[in-house]
């Protein structure tokens, strides 16, 4: 049976703004067991002291039994989140938009580990052992050493299926896989998408332009090193002149890539035998040469849509000859979290976009646009949770 959707708020779009009061819905889950679950994760990982453990038992007890508070008087950005989450305080955490709800929660838990403060602990990443535990497994092992084959592949093959290892994320194994005899990305991978526009978005990026593409990275570890790969390959084949990573401020949503993480999968690959080191060697010197940047912006960790954009952000994306937007968090933001008629085209809700754009993203929530309805009978027919399962995928472009 298909989870139940959250309930929602509607206003004068007819789209609903998504909440997370239904128990038994996808955001519902989230507010209820995932965060509860993180609390304990981070408070695990680190040996805080006792401020730390008061506050974080007293960020469980609010999110799960209290009201949403304002930021203490000293916060630096007290000022900002007062404004955003003024018609927020005071209610319950269920009853505030998904995403508000999301972002705010954990603007609350790196307060509570003292990030932001002065002290010992500010600027520890409380993510961290999560990220490079994951950075070291056998998985990332593996997918470094299925470079190899992929390297003898043609440049065709092999753009193809760095496209699918980037969008699959913790998945880019079956992306990075060649079968023998029968070059190209898995069944299971193509299969699994709902939408395909990545022949339009290799149209805008022909070998021999000088055409600047900004990826918009999502998490990071085993996520990260497939988007890192993609760009060595556009960089390499001359389908991109300069490529801008836009990675967070902060850390955010456990996993999301700062530029710490972007040196921890460097020197991962770097310190890889075979082609996996080559193209750490590549994208070493890329940044040096200034072919690669890493950028940052306080709006990639702010609770709002990229409509919103402020100005500076705008002039930036529209330098770009195509943005690329990896993950759910980002298309969530993309398109607007709402939920929207699946078949609402893409285009309509990336209109406002400065430029070319394209989302990456394994589906991990409800909202969807862009998809035919024959797609959505099938997929509805099926019974499972394929909005939020991480089953399904997309690939859209509007050029």
């Given at each position: 049976m298909a989870e139940k959707t959250s309930?929602?708020?509607?206003?004068?779009?007819?789209?609903?703004?998504?909440?997370?009061?239904?128990p038994g819905s996808f955001a519902w889950g989230v507010l209820a067991k995932r965060h509860p679950a993180l609390i304990q994760q981070v408070r695990d990982a680190f040996p805080y002291g006792r401020r730390q453990h008061e506050a974080l038992d007293a960020?469980?007890?609010?999110?799960?039994?209290?009201?949403?508070?304002p930021l203490a008087a000293a916060d630096h950005d007290r000022e900002?989140?007062?404004?955003?989450?003024?018609?927020?305080f005071g209610h319950s955490w269920y009853d505030a938009p998904f995403l508000w709800a999301e972002s705010y929660f954990y603007r609350r838990l790196l307060g509570a580990v003292g990030y932001f403060g002065a002290g010992p602990w500010q600027g520890v990443d409380p993510f961290a052992p999560f990220k490079r535990a994951e950075l070291r497994g056998e998985a990332v092992e593996e997918e470094l050493r299925a470079l190899d084959p992929l390297?003898?592949?043609?440049?065709?093959?092999?753009?193809?299926?760095?496209?699918?290892?980037?969008?699959?994320?913790?998945?880019?194994?079956?992306g990075f896989s060649i079968s023998a005899g029968e070059p190209g990305p898995s069944d299971v991978t193509t299969s699994a998408l709902v939408a395909d526009d990545s022949a339009t978005l290799w149209q805008l990026l022909p070998a021999g332009a000088t055409a600047t593409v900004a990826v918009v990275a999502d998490n990071a570890g085993r996520e990260l090193i497939p988007d890192l790969v993609l760009i060595d390959?556009?960089?390499?084949?001359?389908?991109?002149?300069r490529v801008v990573l836009h990675v967070k401020p902060y850390p955010y949503y456990v996993s999301d890539a700062m530029t710490a993480d972007v040196v921890d999968c460097l020197r991962r690959l770097t310190g890889a035998p075979g082609e996996a080191g080559r193209i750490g060697g590549r994208l070493w010197k890329a940044m040096a040469a200034g072919s690669l940047e890493?950028?940052?912006?306080?709006?990639?960790?702010?609770?709002l849509p990229y409509e919103e954009m402020p100005e500076d952000l705008r002039v930036e994306f529209a330098s770009a000859t195509l943005t690329i937007l990896k993950g759910d968090l980002n298309y969530r933001r993309l398109v607007g979290d709402r939920l929207?008629?699946?078949?609402?085209?893409?285009?309509?809700?990336?209109?406002?976009?400065p430029r070319a754009v394209a989302a990456l993203r394994t589906l991990k929530s409800d909202v969807i646009v862009g998809l035919e309805q024959e797609t959505v009978d099938a997929l509805e027919l099926a019974g499972d949770a394929w909005r939020t399962s991480?089953?399904?995928?997309l690939i859209q472009v509007r050029p």
């Open positions: 309930r929602v708020s509607g206003d004068a779009t007819g789209a609903p703004v998504i909440l997370s009061d239904e960020l469980l007890d609010e999110t799960t039994n209290g009201v949403i508070e900002r989140w007062a404004d955003q989450g003024k018609e927020y390297a003898d592949a043609s440049v065709e093959e092999r753009a193809t299926a760095l496209l699918y290892a980037s969008l699959w994320g913790n998945r880019a194994d079956l390959h556009l960089l390499e084949h001359g389908r991109a002149e890493v950028r940052t912006h306080p709006f990639f960790c702010a609770p929207w008629h699946p078949t609402t085209p893409f285009a309509e809700r990336t209109r406002y976009f991480g089953t399904h995928a």
